[in-house]
């Protein structure tokens, strides 16, 4: 079995971290190593999304929660520039066009993060194809060199797991990933003082500290949260190729 010491004794199974595990094994270290990472977390009611989700599925449009979530993030990012981008050396680069990387698991306990190039432009509609098209690709190892890292932000998605709050770690040399935990239900007030039961999420945002202070980061998961929470239909965005420019 590739990876795999068959000559540890007993019933201990060796496995060795080489090929592309090995590969994400380096980076993860080499991010910790190379960064100031701290994480925000934040609590954000899901309603008007999940609303969002039911509106476009009855339109034949349909979508993931995840989708919503590029969308929406991506357009908080045109607000929030200082938190898209890079960080090489002393050198940060902050894009005007949002790139944004999707972690995406794959068979064998791997990971890959390819882009969704200008994703601001993008409806849902558009980005759920885009998205598609990349864990199609992934899966059949057709993923490109510019995909795999001409990103300026990057979302990791826990959000069917029992997860709710974790601490990503950053795509280097991007500055910053957004992590989405489980949506599970509590009780919250409604407008007219009752109590209702809310599908609540929990978002981790780790940054690099290099590049933003905690001010400003705490600024772009409040947005985010708000954005959310009072989603609506997006206009057509779909003028533009999945591309670079």
């Known amino acids: 079995m590739d990876g795999v010491d068959m000559n540890a004794g007993g ?14 094994a380096d980076k993860m270290m080499q991010s910790l190593a190379q960064t100031a990472q701290l994480t925000h977390h934040a609590e954000c ?12 599925a009855e339109q034949g449009i349909r979508v993931s929660v ?20 890079t960080l090489e050396g002393r ?21 890959v993060a390819p882009t969704i190039f200008n994703a601001h432009q993008l409806d849902a509609g558009a980005l759920a194809k885009a998205r598609g098209d990349l864990v199609r690709r992934a899966n059949s190892n057709k993923l490109t060199v510019k995909e795999m890292t001409g990103g300026t932000f990057t979302i990791s998605n826990l959000g069917r797991s029992r997860v709710k709050f974790f601490t990503p770690i950053l795509n280097i040399p991007q500055i910053a990933v957004l992590g989405i935990g489980e949506s599970a239900s509590q009780l919250r007030l409604g407008a007219q003082g009752t109590v209702e039961t809310r599908p609540v999420a929990g978002l981790s945002l780790t940054f690099d500290h290099r590049a933003i202070d905690g001010g400003p980061a705490a600024n772009f998961l409040s947005a985010l949260c708000a954005a959310i929470e009072t989603a609506e239909p997006q206009p057509d965005r779909q003028s533009k190729p999945v591309g670079l420019e």
């Open 11 to 24: 019933d201990e199974r060796v496995i060795l971290l080489r090929g592309m595990r090995g590969m994400i």
């Open 66 to 85: 995840e989708d919503l979530m590029i969308e929406v993030v991506a357009a908080t990012l045109v607000q929030h520039p200082e938190l898209n981008g």
């Open 45 to 56: 009611d899901m309603s008007r999304l999940l609303k969002r989700k039911d509106q476009l």
């Open 91 to 111: 050198e940060l680069r902050l894009s005007s066009s949002i790139h944004m990387s999707v972690a995406i698991a794959l068979p064998g306990d791997l990971l």
